[in-house]
């Protein structure tokens, strides 16, 4: 069946340094994988959408790569700050249609001064 | 603020009550929808619109009913819910496709 994984265990980083995010999927082929940002009891946030045929997309401190070899898509926060601080989803086009997108469970990232 | 609006913030209601949650985007977009949110568990697709039409319903329990009377405006109308359905519904737009959704806060909704 159809399956999105990301870090199943929160991520607890020092300020400064690079936050590394996984989204691993199964038996998908999406077209466009998307991260989001949510803030606790708010709505999530988009950050960054790539394409299947873009290797790394970059943006401010944020860099997302997408592997659909080994379908697996890593998001990078360089020089993190204790606001980077959130849940952090990934999303895939689902494979009957684009419109739908399929949200994984999310990491939790916590930044420590 | 991200343009989709969601009203009320918070309801609480009784397993006989109806009630509707309200959705608006102030961003021209053409596709919106309902996603619903429980504790631990990952976003959960509901509905979908595109252009005014329903082209999503994922097996959601007919209790939901939703509606989309233009591009900009979106409900949800609940009835007879259960207290499993007790967790934050989330509104979004996109331009046209799933790309690039714009949420709204949600509404937190307890069923008593």
């Known amino acids: 069946s159809q399956k999105i994984e990301q870090n199943s265990e929160a991520l607890n980083i020092q300020e400064g340094k690079t936050a590394t995010l996984t989204c691993n999927y199964t038996?998908?082929?999406?077209?466009?994988l998307q991260w989001y940002r949510q803030d606790p009891g708010r709505g999530p946030v988009f950050l960054l959408l790539i394409r299947e045929n873009e290797k790394e997309k970059r943006k401010e401190r944020l860099k997302v790569t997408f592997d659909t070899t080994l379908k697996q898509s890593l998001f990078h926060i360089t020089a993190s700050q204790p606001a980077d601080s959130a849940t952090y989803l990934c999303a895939l086009d689902r494979v009957d249609s684009y419109d739908k997108v399929i949200f994984g469970p999310g990491t939790s990232l916590s930044v420590i001064p | 603020e991200t343009g989709v609006t969601q009203t009320p913030r918070h309801l609480v209601m009784g397993m006989t009550n109806k009630k509707s949650l309200k959705c608006e985007q102030h961003l021209g977009h053409n596709a919106m929808y309902w996603y619903k949110q429980s504790a631990k568990k990952p976003l959960e697709l509901m509905f979908v619109y595109n252009f005014k039409e329903q082209t999503e319903n994922n097996s959601v329990p007919s209790r939901f009913s939703p509606e989309c009377p233009n591009s900009s405006h979106l409900f949800l109308h609940l009835h007879t819910l259960q207290p499993e359905d007790s967790a934050l519904y989330l509104c979004a737009s996109s331009e046209r496709g799933g790309h690039r959704q714009f949420f709204g806060p949600g509404t937190r909704l307890t069923v008593l």
């Open positions: 038996n998908y082929s999406p077209a466009y």
